[in-house]
């Protein structure tokens, strides 16, 4: 399952919202909380100048009609989320690829200053013609031929400086422009390896996926089905975990309250006022279409799952829990109550035609656990609920294989006996993908092991107690279960003895969704599964007093 280190909690005053927003980096939970805000303002917006427009007749008239046709919209949407999905592609490996092409424009080269015509010799300004003095006498000829030569030389070193100035701020600009091309290249060139390293990265992901690495799977599926759009602004969250010896995915989805659903049946224009006036949708109604959405949902997140399953095959099954994010009008504190729950092949999927499936019988067909109406918001126990994430966890040993019919089960190392009653169970619910773990040893009375059963029916999860006692177990050791089953939301509990019970014991766990295992069923249990031991009492006290 998802790990989310980092949350913000966004509100929205005008709208009178508020949602935990989660991530597991900064970058995407700034993109999540900058998603939501926008889409709320834009709500916000839309609501405000719907206040202010209506100004005379005309207006009222035209409201009337805009909210009509919006509440029949939405009442079409909410009942039909499943059809319209249909033909929608869902989110791929391809969809999370950067293809964008560097958007900063480059540096503009900059023309080049043009040099001033260079003087030639033979320019008018250079030969002026002399006058009829100056040609008889050639003293004076000669001086007017070399002034002339003069002005020639002097424009012509002018000329030699400007170009050189020119020259030199030509220089001055085509180097500012050679290193800002430079910087440009550099930035894009960055942007294009880190689209490449990013896109690397997301091909590894699918590689992992196909491969059906836990982590990989989980992200994936998660950023699958939250681009799952909705109708009616519905606000969807889901968690994901996967495992890949037993190729489950579980889903847990936080689904609408019913009062997300939009409530206005018709709007009728009251002209005398200029006001409008609201019909709402009857209870009874609202319940349907809170049941309609909700099962709905399961099923288009479910289409989503199997069109991505197809192409990679990595899942066997579907376990979705539905819950609500809630107050409990008993207490007024908030509560997230799970109300539905299913099992599902994902190849039994395959075979629904979506397009004339009734969500509700389709629901029950399949066993889904939830209260006739979930709009009654009656909690149930999830089939299954993977929680990898207990820091309790620790990684067991085997230990049957060193079993033989010498080994006394009542005299045995105390943590051994904890690592066999784990290694036992995982044989008795591994045939129906169940998973056992083992928590770390503590002697404390709490949960040794928790059992993650699958099964639709007797599933769930079942916390495990192992005594190792030599003496008869009271009604303290059950009543301590009874209360770690409730304190754990487990289906069940099951206390695993050498020894025996106590008649206070066997009365307590009556009624009670708690199984009481003595010597001999653990006996039996171990033969079951191909492995002999014995029991002496006596001997193990003798043991223990030396």
């Known amino acids: 399952m998802s790990i989310y280190y980092y949350s913000k909690l966004i509100t929205h005053e005008g709208l009178n919202k508020t949602k935990l927003v989660k991530a597991e980096s900064e970058e995407e939970l700034k993109r999540?909380?900058?998603?939501?805000?926008?889409?709320?303002?834009?709500?916000?917006?839309?609501?405000l100048v719907r206040e202010k427009r209506i100004n005379d007749i005309e207006d009222l008239l035209s409201e009337a009609e805009s909210l009509n046709e919006e509440a029949e919209e939405n009442q079409h949407d909410l009942e039909n989320i499943l059809l319209n999905s249909l033909n929608c592609a869902e989110y791929s490996f391809d969809d999370m690829k950067s293809t964008a092409k560097y958007s900063c424009l480059p540096p503009v080269k900059p023309m080049p200053e043009e040099f001033p015509s260079e003087p030639q010799r033979d320019e008018e300004r250079f030969n002026p013609k002399?006058?009829?003095?100056?040609?008889?006498i050639p003293k004076k000829l000669e001086e007017f031929k070399q002034m002339s030569e003069n002005r020639f030389l002097e424009a012509h070193q002018e000329w030699e400086l400007a170009k050189e100035t020119i020259l030199n701020k030509n220089k001055i600009k085509d180097?500012?422009?050679?290193?800002?091309?430079?910087?440009?290249?550099?930035?894009?060139?960055?942007?294009?390896?880190?689209?490449?390293?990013?896109?690397?990265?997301?091909?590894?992901?699918?590689?992992?996926?196909?491969?059906?690495?836990?982590?990989?799977?989980?992200?994936?599926?998660?950023?699958?089905?939250?681009?799952?759009?909705?109708?009616?602004?519905?606000e969807i969250e889901y968690e994901t975990a996967y495992n890949p010896e037993s190729k489950i995915l579980i889903v847990?989805?936080?689904?609408?309250?019913?009062?997300?659903?939009?409530?206005?049946?018709?709007?009728?224009?009251v002209k005398k006022?200029?006001?409008?006036?609201?019909?709402?949708?009857?209870?009874?109604?609202?319940?349907?279409?809170?049941?309609?959405?909700?099962?709905?949902?399961?099923?288009?997140?479910?289409?989503?799952?199997?069109?991505?399953?197809?192409?990679?095959?990595?899942?066997?099954?579907?376990?979705?829990?539905?819950?609500?994010?809630?107050?409990?009008?008993?207490?007024?504190?908030?509560?997230?109550?799970?109300?539905?729950?299913?099992?599902?092949?994902?190849?039994?999927?395959?075979?629904?035609?979506?397009?004339?499936?009734?969500?509700?019988?389709?629901?029950?067909?399949?066993?889904?656990?939830?209260?006739?109406?979930?709009?009654?918001v009656t909690p149930i126990q999830p089939i299954l609920q993977l929680n990898r994430e207990d820091k309790r966890f620790v990684e067991g040993y085997e230990v049957a294989g060193d079993l033989d019919?010498?080994?006394?089960?009542?005299?045995?190392?105390?943590?051994?006996?904890e690592n066999l009653i784990r290694e036992l169970f995982e044989s008795e619910f591994n045939e129906n993908g169940g998973e056992v773990k083992i928590t770390q040893a503590s002697r404390d009375g709490g949960v040794d092991a928790v059992v993650f059963d699958p099964d639709p029916i007797r599933g769930g999860k079942i916390v495990l107690q192992a005594k190792r006692y030599t003496n008869i177990v009271g009604v303290s050791a059950v009543r301590d279960l009874y209360g770690t089953v409730i304190n754990e939301g487990a289906m069940k509990g099951i206390l695993i003895t050498t020894a025996n019970?106590?008649?206070?014991?066997?009365a307590f766990a009556k009624d009670k969704p708690i199984s009481l295992l003595t010597g001999a069923n653990l006996l039996s249990l171990l033969e079951k599964h191909g492995h002999k031991a014995r029991l002496d009492i006596s001997e193990a006290k003798r043991l223990m007093n030396k």
């Open 32 to 47: 999540k909380c900058d998603e939501l805000t926008t889409k709320w303002e834009e709500q916000y917006q839309k609501q």
């Open 252 to 269: 847990n989805i936080l689904l609408p309250n019913i009062s997300d659903l939009p409530k206005i049946k018709s709007v009728s224009p």
């Open 130 to 136: 002399p006058g009829f003095f100056t040609k008889i």
């Open 405 to 417: 019919s010498s080994t006394n089960l009542a005299a045995m190392d105390w943590q051994d006996f």
């Open 273 to 376: 006022d200029l006001k409008l006036k609201y019909s709402y949708y009857s209870e009874s109604a609202l319940n349907k279409m809170y049941d309609l959405v909700n099962y709905q949902i399961v099923l288009r997140t479910l289409k989503a799952i199997y069109s991505i399953n197809s192409n990679y095959n990595i899942i066997e099954s579907v376990v979705i829990n539905g819950r609500l994010h809630t107050i409990d009008p008993s207490t007024g504190n908030e509560i997230e109550p799970y109300i539905l729950s299913l099992n599902i092949k994902i190849e039994d999927f395959g075979k629904l035609n979506l397009n004339n499936i009734e969500p509700r019988a389709w629901f029950k067909s399949v066993k889904g656990i939830s209260a006739p109406s979930l709009a009654t």
């Open 175 to 234: 180097d500012e422009y050679q290193l800002a091309l430079k910087k440009w290249e550099g930035k894009k060139e960055k942007f294009y390896s880190n689209q490449s390293l990013k896109n690397k990265s997301i091909d590894e992901m699918e590689d992992n996926f196909r491969a059906g690495d836990a982590h990989a799977v989980e992200n994936f599926y998660q950023l699958v089905l939250e681009n799952i759009e909705y109708p009616c602004d519905l």
């Open 501 to 506: 019970y106590g008649s206070d014991a066997y």
